[in-house]
């Protein structure tokens, strides 16, 4: 007989999960911000396929004790996508574990694709992306009236080409809340593209493994913004948030508290 967890139980009046690909959104690394709806997948799933280098394995403690664990980050899609197939064609129901928001630089549009033409029915389930969970942190309101109303989310070029009429240094030219996924290892680029457009006193938020346990966020002036991310040897998990709110922030003292694992060094508020 199957071993339900306690979660489990709590769901035991549901149906059966039908067989099928579930891409669901693992947040950020927080399994507290998980949604019920990928709780409910999760505790139920026969087979869970998830990103180890960026789906910490606390997310997989609800899973069934019987449930099939497949790490993916050593895998390509044309390794992952055969798996996915011949278990839903086995009856079973397989979850696809993404970080954050699976709509945002998650690889799932060729999944989608591929799965539509081996007839595989899928669903997505959306989960809190970074961006949302570091101002979460940052307890700032990215949409400020008189300051701020617009956030772009996007990336530096790196292995993925961006347009060129999303070029960083055009986006920049709009001064919104700007929110800087994969680009970590382009800092000192970024940072010189922002500066053109940002005034100098702008505060940038370097927020590594927002929700995991050794997270860090630090707040500098965006000068700065390279040579702290280096001085913290930050390559991988790291969002940047720029925006003309973080001046704004409210409790900021908090912040300075020894316990706090948060440095926040701004120049202006
Ligand atoms: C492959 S993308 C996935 C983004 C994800 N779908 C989302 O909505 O957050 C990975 C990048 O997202 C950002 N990221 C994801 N999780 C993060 C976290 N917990 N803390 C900080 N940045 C994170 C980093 O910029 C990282 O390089």
Redesign the pocket.
């Known amino acids: 007989m199957t071993e339900y967890t306690e979660a489990e139980s709590s769901y035991k009046t549901l149906s059966l999960l039908a067989p099928a690909v579930y891409i669901v959104?693992a947040g950020?690394?927080d399994p507290d911000l998980l949604t019920v709806k990928a709780q409910k997948l999760l505790v139920r799933a026969d087979v869970i396929l998830f990103a180890d280098s960026?789906v910490p394995e606390e997310i997989l403690n609800l899973c069934r004790k019987d449930a099939e664990i497949i790490p993916t980050a050593n895998k390509t899609l044309e390794e992952i996508l055969p798996i996915m197939v011949e278990r839903v064609r086995s009856h079973k129901s397989v979850v696809r574990l993404?970080?954050?928001?699976?709509?945002?630089?998650?690889?799932i549009h060729e999944q989608m694709s591929l799965l539509a033409e081996a007839e595989i029915p899928f669903e997505v389930i959306p989960?809190?992306?970074?961006?949302q969970?570091?101002a979460a942190k940052l307890k700032i309101e990215l949409t400020i009236p008189g300051i701020v109303q617009t956030i772009i989310l996007s990336?530096i070029s790196g292995n993925t080409e961006v347009p060129k009429r999303e070029e960083l240094a055009a986006l920049a030219a709009h001064q919104a809340s700007l929110c800087?996924?994969?680009?970590?290892r382009h800092v000192e680029n970024a940072q010189a593209r922002l500066l053109e457009h940002y005034p100098a006193v702008t505060l940038v938020a370097i927020?590594?493994?927002?929700?995991?346990k050794d997270?860090k966020i630090l707040v500098v002036p965006l000068p700065e913004m390279a040579k702290c991310t280096h001085r913290e040897n930050l390559t991988?998990?790291?969002?940047?948030i720029v925006s003309p709110a973080l001046s704004q922030v409210i409790g900021r003292s908090r912040l300075y508290h020894p316990e706090h694992k948060h440095i926040f060094r701004g120049v202006s508020g």
């Open positions: 959104g950020p690394g960026l993404h970080s954050g928001d699976p709509s945002l630089y998650s690889a989960g809190i992306s970074a961006f969970a570091a990336r800087l996924y994969l680009s970590a927020c590594f493994r927002v929700g995991w997270e991988r998990t790291t969002l940047y």
